[in-house]
């Protein structure tokens, strides 16, 4: 049978590649492209005439939106709504929404921002983190007797500093100190005891090595401050601010990077049956944009801010796992992006059988954009991400 045709569907990513390959004008590629890339945006909380009104624009031009079934009878007062379009669809979306009343010309503006919205590179000492470039691997270092995977296995200055030199040797971009367990059902380490814990060894593995960022795991402001000077560079609040009021305030002042997670409640109660009056997901971007508005406010510039989920904060199984497949939904925020898996119960296997499980979950986490992985075997993943990162960069 004579095949007359040959016919294939090209993904997003490699439309570029494809185009350039047909020998398309090249002055107009970027252009084109625009008409090619479909995306999916969801706003929250729109009134019923902003929502109508955005529908009918959307119809209008091409593209698509959903809302709900009943904002045309009014008996809703808020709907969220789902456009779907393509990038040129959506500028000319906003083009239009600018001639609207109820505060659409607003929204334009966040649309368009959307579109060229990725985080900028940071400069921590000597290393330059590009995101357009790799992933990061940040080591986990835990200097207390009770973390759920390695608790008292690095507990003095000397077996900590020895695991740091493996951390650092194997290919970490990040070392993450903690010397607070923040495992469920766990209760507050004092700030007194935390210094004592964590000062010695970032003051000796900056000893060992100018350069390596160090990050502090902390939710004590007093232990970020003492920290940072002696020798850390990131702050890490697994509380997103929320355990430390001042924790907001030192982050400003310093000028150091800070990790905002997102958890429910303290580590205490956090497990204790988690919900959420809306799905996880919008609750987590929500609380994570909030807080994202709240340190740009506060003095903290924007390419200095990272967030973090917060796998198995305050989340069930299945919370984790929604999280995981809908991972990219929170570039949309703009900033570098870090997810902590490793060895975390949703990983149903002994700890010294997760690290196949954890590369796995990595890997893929790694592909949807994600900037920085938190891991305890730092080699292991090293090599993995050198083969994936030639694919993915």
């Known amino acids: ?39 999916l945006y969801k706003i929250h909380d729109l009134t019923c005439p902003q929502s109508s009104i955005i529908k ?34 959506l500028k000319t979306l906003c083009e239009k929404l600018k001639k ?18 990725t985080p900028k590179q940071i400069k921590i000492r000597e290393k330059t983190f590009d995101w357009s470039q790799k992933t990061y691997i940040m080591g986990i270092l835990n200097v207390t007797p009770d973390s759920f995977s390695d608790g008292g296995k690095f507990n003095t200055p000397e077996k900590a500093f020895e695991q740091a030199k493996i951390l650092i040797q194997s290919g970490a971009d990040i070392i993450d100190i903690g010397g607070e367990t923040t495992k469920p059902f766990s209760k507050e380490v004092s700030p007194d005891e935390e210094l004592k814990r964590v000062l010695p060894i970032i003051k000796k593995i900056r000893e060992f090595d100018k350069n390596i960022p160090i990050s502090i795991d902390t939710r004590h402001s007093l232990m970020a401050k003492e920290a940072i000077k002696a020798g850390a560079d990131i702050i890490n609040d697994v509380s997103g601010f929320d355990w430390d009021s001042n924790m907001i305030t030192v982050a400003s002042e310093l000028q150091a990077p800070v990790v905002i997670m997102h958890s429910l409640s303290s580590p205490e109660t956090m497990q204790i049956d988690p919900a959420y009056e809306k799905n996880i997901i919008d609750a987590i971007y929500e609380s994570l944009s909030d807080k994202v508005q709240k340190a740009i406010s506060s003095g903290i510039k924007p390419e200095n801010i990272i967030i973090d989920p917060g796998i198995g904060f305050g989340k069930t199984l299945e919370h984790n796992i929604e999280i995981i497949k809908r991972i990219n939904e ?42 920085i992985i938190r891991v305890h075997d730092t080699e292991k993943h090293f090599k993995a991400f050198k083969v994936l990162d030639r694919v993915l960069y």
């Open 330 to 371: 929170f570039k949309t925020l703009g900033c570098a992006l870090l997810v902590g898996v490793s060895r975390k119960s949703l990983i149903n296997l002994p700890a010294e059988e997760k690290e196949e499980a954890n590369i796995a979950l990595n890997s893929y986490l790694a592909s949807q954009g994600v900037n």
């Open 100 to 117: 609207q009343p109820f505060k659409l010309a607003k929204l334009s503006e966040n649309l368009l921002e959307i579109l060229n919205k």
């Open 1 to 39: 049978m004579e095949n007359n045709f040959y016919i294939r569907k090209i993904t997003p990513e490699s439309a570029e590649k494809v185009i350039q390959d047909i020998g398309f004008d090249e002055s107009y590629i970027r252009q084109a492209l625009s008409k090619y890339k479909f995306n």
């Open 56 to 89: 009918q624009l959307a119809l209008s031009i091409g593209a698509d939106a959903a809302i709900h079934r009943e904002v045309l009878t009014c008996k809703v007062d808020k709907t969220d709504i789902l456009i779907g379009c393509t990038d040129s669809q």
